[in-house]
């Protein structure tokens, strides 16, 4: 058992952090600027953001790894700085960690589709196996893959890592409600539809991040919780639905109205409960707040 699944073990519901990316553009990263070479380029900067997380009150903090594949870092010609940029990202969120909270390395999407041949399982595994290689040597202490859509590719990189690592793995992936009311990822996976896929793949938490607001998680968490009853669940909702203002996407969900619904979070079962997209270190120290007060 991992550090991370030994602390839920102790029956604590855990906050995790917020916002990564609208938290970087915030101190200065510009549109078509690659937010890993910031671990290089800008560390002070990443290690604020980590630091302000771990200030709010996060039991654990991911890393500025999100886009750190080779298959990502391609675009702006960083591919073979791999290794560099995740284990720096590592490195980072362990130095604003200490020895007291716990770093997630932080594994999203390559952006390459399985079904079209556009690349191989073979090459996508090993994408995968690289950058949670780097993690692990950067000084994470579990894995998450995260933001994932499709099945097969969220497997290949949670067996990457579980292989290669040895790192507990978390996967979230993200739902969408679709106009007849239920959620399914953009290649049509429902909640229910990815439980045993992924604890199949060597998943030992599963949940959901982005697509929607704290909210809307809800309905997710009640589906994964019937497919499973016991498989401890993260949930990261954005700060409600993105708007698009004076050339700027804007999240209005306060840190108050997060906080309304972080007990029926806990009603249905989130073992471990943070922010994606627009959520800042005030939605995370609200959330945690609010478990406070459900402890007692």
Same mark, same amino acid.
């Given at each position: ?52 997380y771990?200030?709010a009150?996060?039991?654990m ?27 720096? !990202? ?15 390395g ?18 996508m595994y090993?994408?995968f ?10 000084? !994470? ?37 679709t ?18 896929v ?21 309905s ?22 993105p708007?698009?203002?004076?050339? @700027? ?21 989130a ?17 945690? @707040? ?7």
């Amino acid at each position: 058992m991992g550090i991370l699944l030994d602390k839920l073990s102790e029956g604590r519901i855990l906050a995790s952090d917020g916002a990564w990316g609208t938290m970087l553009q915030a101190m200065g990263l510009k549109p078509g600027e690659c937010p890993e070479f910031w671990n290089i380029e800008q560390r002070r900067k990443v290690l604020d953001v980590a630091r302000s997380y771990v200030e709010a009150g996060s039991d654990m903090i991911e890393t500025n790894s999100f886009g750190g594949s080779r298959f990502k870092l391609q675009h702006y010609g960083l591919e073979d700085r791999v290794i560099e940029l995740n284990r720096a !990202a590592a490195e980072i969120s362990r130095e604003a960690c200490g020895n007291d909270k716990i770093v997630l390395g932080s594994v999203g999407p390559t952006g390459k589709i399985l079904m079209t041949g556009e690349v191989t399982p073979e090459e996508m595994y090993e994408a995968f196996r690289e950058q949670a290689v780097a993690l692990a040597e950067g000084g !994470a202490d579990a894995i998450i893959v995260e933001t994932m859509s499709d099945l097969e590719e969220a497997s290949l990189a949670i067996r990457a890592a579980r292989e290669h690592t040895s790192l507990d793995v978390i996967c979230t992936m993200t739902f969408e409600r679709t106009v007849d009311g239920r959620y399914k990822t953009m290649m049509g996976v429902s909640p229910a539809e990815m439980v045993p896929v992924l604890k199949k793949a060597g998943a030992v938490i599963l949940g959901s991040n982005c697509g929607n607001g704290t909210e809307g998680m809800i309905s997710v968490l009640k589906e994964i919780r019937e497919a499973d009853p016991d498989v401890p669940v993260l949930i990261q909702g954005n700060a409600g639905t993105p708007e698009f203002r004076d050339g @700027k996407t804007v999240f209005n969900e306060t840190p108050e109205v997060t906080a309304r619904f972080i007990p029926e979070l806990v009603k249905y079962g989130a073992n471990i409960i943070g922010g994606c997209c627009g959520t800042t270190p005030d939605h995370i120290s609200r959330i945690g @707040k609010e478990l406070e007060k459900l402890r007692g």
